[in-house]
């Protein structure tokens, strides 16, 4: 009879446990997937040298992700990744940014896009030195989740430029990048991170087909006063 109550006992302690473990679980994601997130593998394609870099993947995990639709259509997809330094101040905070740019929302739950060379732009930034990424080839998916969330995978290769102390920027590499993500929607939130991606030259070309607007100038004839 005592073994028979330890084990009720114990049955009891367990379930509990479980609620407990359940309810943390609840919790922290009402925190946290508010703002979405992400896990994302870089693996450097160095094929002049191994060391450096490692031969190995490097990992960030963007704690902000938000998805929205322009008025034409386009779907896109911004996250950030911010490490403040305890020891440097600002000048040693990280900050990494990426946008997607993707042509529309899946028309029924899950859509694969094909990616070039406009869809991704991102930027790294440890102090005054910064590095751009540029997609070149790939491939992302996106789900439909529910509470207007998109969830998403892709893997794609990147060019790499990093900035020079003296200006401009070096010799381009290319960069294995392995992600997925879960986006909530927020284009306040989400655009300053895709312009940031876009600044200082690094600007998106125009899609295929698209209608360019330009300004009416004025036109000079001899002799108009």
Known sequence: MPLLRFRRK?????????????????IACSA???????????????????????????????????????????????????GPSLLFGKAGDFLFQLSLDLEG??????????????????????GPAHVRFTSLR?????????GDRLRGAFRLMVARDVSQILGGWGRAS????????????????????????????????PEEGAVIQVEPSEVFSPGAE
């Open 138 to 146: 790939g491939i992302v998916a996106l789900y439909r989740e529910p």
């Open 174 to 205: 290319n960069v294995l990048i392995l992600g997925e993500f879960t986006a909530v929607q927020d284009a306040a939130r989400g655009r300053s991170i895709r312009d940031a991606t876009e600044s200082q030259g690094w600007e998106r070309e």
């Open 32 to 82: 946290g997937c508010a703002s979405g997130g992400a896990r994302l593998d870089f693996a450097a394609l160095d094929y002049r040298s191994i060391d450096p870099p490692a031969a190995k993947f490097t990992t960030l995990r963007p704690d902000r992700c938000y998805w929205w639709q322009e008025e034409d259509g386009r779907v896109v997809i911004a996250m950030q990744h911010f």
């Open 105 to 126: 929302l899946p028309a029924g739950r899950a859509r694969d896009y094909v990616v070039e060379r406009r869809e991704l732009r991102a930027l790294a930034r440890l």
């Open 10 to 26: 114990l049955g009891r302690s367990a379930v509990a446990m479980a609620g407990l473990i359940s309810g943390v679980a609840l």
